[in-house]
Structures are given as structure tokens and as C-alpha cells.
């Protein structure tokens, strides 16, 4: 049994009228197939609007799928949603979902009391959680005095406050700082050692490489791509590039004939992109650079959308719509 | 029990921090003493009842209105009506223990406006207690289950406050705490029995005074069983309108 599955999952918003008074409709999952077993942590990589967020709201039972299926631990999120819910633990990110003016032992209190901690464990789990997630300090005061990052802690206390064995956090890490962010990382260790399934979204690449057994990229709806954060390093490395400013044409031209560039281009500020089809391509290219005396060099990883971009170009899929 | 309790104190120490929200408290001396002053209570003590016994009514009433009914709007605005949703068992409970805490503060409404008729000169004297207390008890039931209900209709129209003060207006009008039933057109007469308000007033206005109080068990069992028609229509309707969100997607309202 997985701990997470979907088939052919798939959420149409109408939304309302536009301008010109059409009612238009948008799919935000289209036919998503996704199974996740259980103790792995998942990423969920993608743009803007790639339906990530919907994803979570269906797996957390707030909000209905138009079609197909979904289930955690093997009850399905409609009709088994009584079994599911206190299986789930989810963090909306953000400054919304907390009630700002009380403090966020009250806040906590209140969420576990709602998921049914027993009063007498009440106090104690959520002093463990203030401490745990580095609140202890703060824990007494309102909420609506807290900084974004401390608000994104005191969610991600939430999501645990009922001890799930499974997690959706949709992204975790906005408005932390990079040190509370590495906190992070050691955080989702340690939901990985005490055998929970997390389903965490992010648009940051290096992030779910680091945290992530395996990640989903998904675009407009659909799954492009899962992976291992291996393969997928090894992806992004094959969509490496070299940067530099100042190379005569001469040296342009042999470049491009060496083996792995796939596309040299200067643009008009003299910066010459040279993208590379493999990751052994990067040193001879180089090499050849700086023995030519261009020192103002730079490789570059690409961001996701370029993967994205190169993943679409790829499946010959139409990008945007 | 324990949601039910976990609303309850959610909601006392949300009230406790938001003095803002209790504005409506202060609003019944001053309903007071314009009602005093309009009847001439002090001089005319047939009215003088009905001039301190209304603006406590009307209290009870606003508060549950502005602030109960708000609940789940406000919620939603803010983010925390979703994972309130996703927590297991049923929402209602919830948001029947923080009504009653709203409830239960208003009860204050009463001694205000004892404080202000006494101030008046006014003596007001209890000449059947214990149906006064169980026509109070009954009218805080029949009125945090009202605003259950309403909590409930706020929450799908977009400007759903403007419809709490319009729904209230009509309803004093109808329970003849303002003006006598009988200054109203006969055609509106009849729909008076429908409110619970009409017969906690009643209950009330006839505990306060000398004469023996007739078909006591009949109109509390009018006040306490309209106000669980109330309770049942708001726990239908939640079922209705947080099926209506999942699938409209507008749960957390953005
Ligand atoms: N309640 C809603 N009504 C209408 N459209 C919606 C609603 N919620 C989401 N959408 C649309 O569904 C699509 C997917 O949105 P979703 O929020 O799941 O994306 P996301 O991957 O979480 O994006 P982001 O990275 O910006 O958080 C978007 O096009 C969005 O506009
Ligand atoms: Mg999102």
C-alpha cells in the first residue's frame, strides 16, 4: 500500500467571469498519477500555477477532485474522509491560518485540542513543538507580532501537533531565513527517521535535492518527471552552461565545434552563453576559454525553469498554453 | 465534548483580547436610557419593564449577530477556516462552544441595563424567579443557536454584513420588544409566533411581573424548541455550504 497514491487526478476550477463576461474554466491537475510509498520524502517541484498547492489541498481533504482518485494510506480523500484526516498533518505556508492575536502556545493549543490530543498531553506536546521548531522564546507572545519566518515555524508545528505519519508542507521555507532553512533540511531528516511520508512542495531545486528520496516536476497540471535527486542532478548538469563575457569570434567558432555544446550565443551586453548537452562537456570548453585569456567566466546550473524548459522541449510538449 | 470545549476557549481568549469586538455592550446603556426617556418608564411602570427588559434582548441579540455570526467569515478571510476543516470530526461543535462563549459574556447585557434603569430611579423587582431564570437560560440557548444558523448564511453571499443588521431590525419588530404586536399590521401578526424571540420577551416581560405568569412550560418549550429548529438548520446547512467550498475550491477564500 502506498502512502500517498493518485490516478488520473484531475481538479477544473470555473472561474468566474472574465471582462469581456466570458466564464472561463482552468485545470489546474490534469490526470495526475502519483504514488508515493511510505517513510519517503517526495518533492513537489514546479512553476507558478503548476498545481502544486491544488495537490495538497486534495490530499488534506479541503478541497474535492473533479475526476480520478486519490488516497492516503489507502483511504480514498472523498469517501474515506474521516480515516484520512487525522492521518494528514498539512502546512499552508504563509502569514494566513493563525490566529494573530493570540499567542502561539494558544494557537497550538487550540489545533491539537481540534485534533484530538488529549487534554493532559495538550501542555506538554506543545511545549516540545515551540522548542523543537526554536519558538520557545516567543511562545507567549501574539502571533501577529511574529516575523514570516517565525509564522512559517509555527505552521510547520502545526502540521505535528497531532503526531501524523504523514506530511504535506507546501512551501515550507518561504520568508526563512538561510539558516532556519537548513534547519529545515535537518527537520525533514529527522520526519524522515521517525518513518513519516512527507509530500513537501518547493520551487527551490537545490532544496529538494538536498531533502528529497525523490522528486516530481510538474507543469500545468501534469507530471513531467520523477526522479531521484541523483538523476536529477545529473539532469541539471546535463543542462549546464558556461557563461563569459568578452570572447572574440575566433574563439566563438571553435567552441562551438567542440563535443557536448549544443548552442553558443552572444548577446548584445557581450555575454556569450555556451549550453552544454552533458556534464564531462564543461572542461574542455574551459580549458579552450582560459587559455585563450578570457578569465570573466562563469558555469551555471540552471534554474528549474530551465529544466522545465529543456524537459518540454524534449516530450515535444507545448509550453503554456 | 472537547471540540466543543476547544471553540469555547478559543473563542474566550479571543474575546478576552479583542475589547474592539465587544463594542456592542456598550451600545445597551445608551439603548437604555433612550428607551427610558422615550417611554417615560420611570412615571409609566407598565412600560418601564419592557424599556429595560428591550435593549438587554436587543444586546444579547447584536452580540450574537456581529460577533458569532462573523465566525466563519472571518475565518475563512483569514486562512484558519481550511485547516480547521481538515482537522477530523465535525465543524459544528466547534462553532457551537465559541457561540456559547459569546453568549455566556453577553449575559452581561442584563445587568447593564438593570444598572442603567436603577440608575434612572427605576426599581425592578423579579416576582417570579425562577421562570425569569429559566427564560433567560432558554433565550441564550434559543439565541446562540439562531446565531449558529446565521453564522452558517453569512458565510456564501459575498457583503454578508450588510444582511446582519438588516435581519435584525425586522426581527425586534416582529417580537414586539420595540413597539407592541398589536401596533403591527394583522397580516404580520402570525409570523411573530415564529420567532423566539417574540416568546422569550413575552416569558420574561410577564416574569418581571405581579400577576401570575400563564402557560410558563408552554412558552419556554416555544422559545427552547424554535431555537433547536435553529441549532438543527445550522448544522444542516454547515454540512451544505463547507461541501459547497471543497468543491468550489473557495475554502480558504483568496
Ligand atoms: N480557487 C481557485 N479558483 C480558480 N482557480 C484556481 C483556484 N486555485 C488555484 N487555481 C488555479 O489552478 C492553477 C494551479 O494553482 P496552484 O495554486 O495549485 O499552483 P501552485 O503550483 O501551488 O503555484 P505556486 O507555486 O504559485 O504556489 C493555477 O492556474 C491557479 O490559478
Ligand atoms: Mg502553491
Known amino acids: 500500500m502506498n502512502a500517498i497514491q493518485t490516478r488520473a487526478l484531475r481538479r477544473v476550477f470555473t472561474a468566474g467571469r472574465d471582462k469581456r463576461g466570458k466564464s472561463g474554466s482552468r485545470t489546474a491537475l490534469d490526470g495526475v498519477d502519483l504514488s508515493i510509498p511510505p517513510g519517503e520524502v517526495h518533492g513537489l517541484l514546479g512553476p507558478n500555477g503548476a498545481g502544486k498547492t491544488t495537490l495538497c489541498k486534495i490530499l488534506s481533504t479541503v478541497l474535492v477532485p473533479t475526476s480520478g482518485s486519490a488516497s492516503v494510506m489507502g483511504h480514498d480523500v472523498v469517501t474515506g474522509l474521516a480515516a484520512v484526516r487525522p492521518l494528514v498533518g498539512c502546512v499552508f505556508g504563509g502569514d494566513r491560518g493563525l490566529y494573530g492575536r493570540l499567542s502561539g502556545r494558544k494557537n497550538l493549543a487550540y489545533w491539537a485540542a481540534l485534533y484530538g490530543v488529549p487534554r493532559r498531553l495538550i501542555d506538554g506536546r506543545t511545549t516540545t513543538l515551540l522548542d523543537r521548531f526554536g519558538l520557545a522564546g516567543r511562545a507567549d507572545e501574539r502571533v501577529e507580532t511574529y516575523s514570516r519566518g517565525m509564522k512559517q515555524r509555527l505552521h510547520l508545528a502545526r502540521g505535528l501537533v497531532h503526531n501524523p505519519p504523514v506530511l504535506l508542507l507546501d512551501e515550507p521555507t518561504t520568508g526563512m531565513d538561510p539558516v532556519s532553512a537548513m534547519d ?36 500545468d497540471g501534469r507530471i513531467l518527471h520523477s526522479a531521484s535527486p541523483q538523476e536529477l542532478s545529473a539532469l541539471v548538469s546535463r543542462y549546464g552552461r558556461v557563461e563569459a563575457r568578452n570572447v572574440p569570434d575566433t574563439l566563438t567558432q571553435r567552441v562551438r565545434i567542440l563535443p557536448g555544446v549544443t548552442r553558443v550565443a552572444t548577446d548584445t551586453d557581450g555575454v556569450t552563453r555556451i549550453e552544454l548537452a552533458s556534464a564531462d562537456a564543461a572542461p574542455p570548453v574551459l580549458r579552450l576559454l582560459i587559455e585563450r585569456g578570457v578569465t570573466d567566466l562563469a558555469t551555471c546550473r540552471p534554474g528549474l525553469e530551465e529544466v522545465y524548459l529543456h524537459l518540454i522541449a524534449d516530450r515535444g510538449m507545448e509550453v503554456g498554453r | 465534548m472537547n471540540r466543543y470545549l476547544a471553540g469555547f476557549r478559543l473563542q474566550t481568549a479571543l474575546l478576552r483580547r479583542a475589547f474592539g469586538d465587544l463594542h456592542t455592550l456598550l451600545t445597551v446603556p445608551v439603548y437604555t436610557l433612550i428607551f427610558l426617556a422615550m417611554t417615560d418608564g420611570v412615571h409609566r411602570p407598565g412600560l418601564s419593564t419592557d424599556a429595560v427588559l428591550a435593549p438587554a434582548l436587543m444586546g444579547l441579540w447584536f452580540m450574537a449577530v456581529f460577533t458569532a455570526g462573523d465566525l466563519i467569515v472571518w475565518d475563512r478571510h483569514h486562512g484558519t477556516l481550511e485547516p480547521t476543516v481538515a482537522a477530523p470530526g465535525s465543524l459544528a461543535p466547534v462553532i457551537t462552544g465559541r457561540i456559547g462563549a459569546v453568549t455566556l459574556l453577553s449575559f452581561v447585557v442584563y445587568v447593564e441595563s438593570w444598572a442603567v434603569g436603577a440608575g434612572y430611579g427605576l426599581r425592578l423587582t423579579v416576582h417570579h424567579p425562577l421562570v425569569f431564570l429559566a427564560g433567560v437560560v432558554a433565550t441564550a440557548f434559543a439565541t446562540a443557536c439562531t446565531a449558529a444558523m446565521i453564522a452558517t448564511l453569512l458565510v456564501l453571499p459575498r457583503n454578508a454584513q450588510i ?25 404580520l401578526r402570525p409570523l411573530s409566533r415564529l420567532s423566539f424571540l417574540y416568546w422569550s420577551a413575552g416569558l420574561l416581560r410577564s416574569a418581571l411581573g405581579t400577576h401570575p405568569v400563564d402557560d410558563a412550560l408552554l412558552r419556554l418549550t416555544a422559545v427552547v424548541l424554535l431555537g433547536t429548529v435553529g441549532a438543527g438548520a445550522a448544522a444542516f446547512l454547515l454540512r451544505k455550504v463547507l461541501t459547497r467550498l471543497r468543491v468550489l475550491g473557495t475554502l480558504g477564500y483568496s
Not at chain 1, 512527507?198 to 525523490?214: I, K, N, P
Not at chain 2, 443588521?165 to 407592541?180: E, H, K
Open chain 2, 163 to 187: 444582511y446582519q443588521n438588516s435581519v435584525s431590525w425586522p426581527l425586534f419588530l416582529l417580537s414586539g420588544i420595540i413597539v407592541p404586536i398589536s401596533a403591527l399590521p394583522d397580516w
Open chain 1, 184 to 219: 529545515f533540511r535537518r527537520l525533514i531528516g529527522e520526519l524522515r527517521n521517525e518513518g513519516r511520508t512527507v509530500l513537501v512542495t518547493t520551487h527551490d531545486m537545490a532544496e529538494a535535492e538536498a531533502v528529497c528520496d525523490r522528486v516530481t516536476l510538474v507543469n
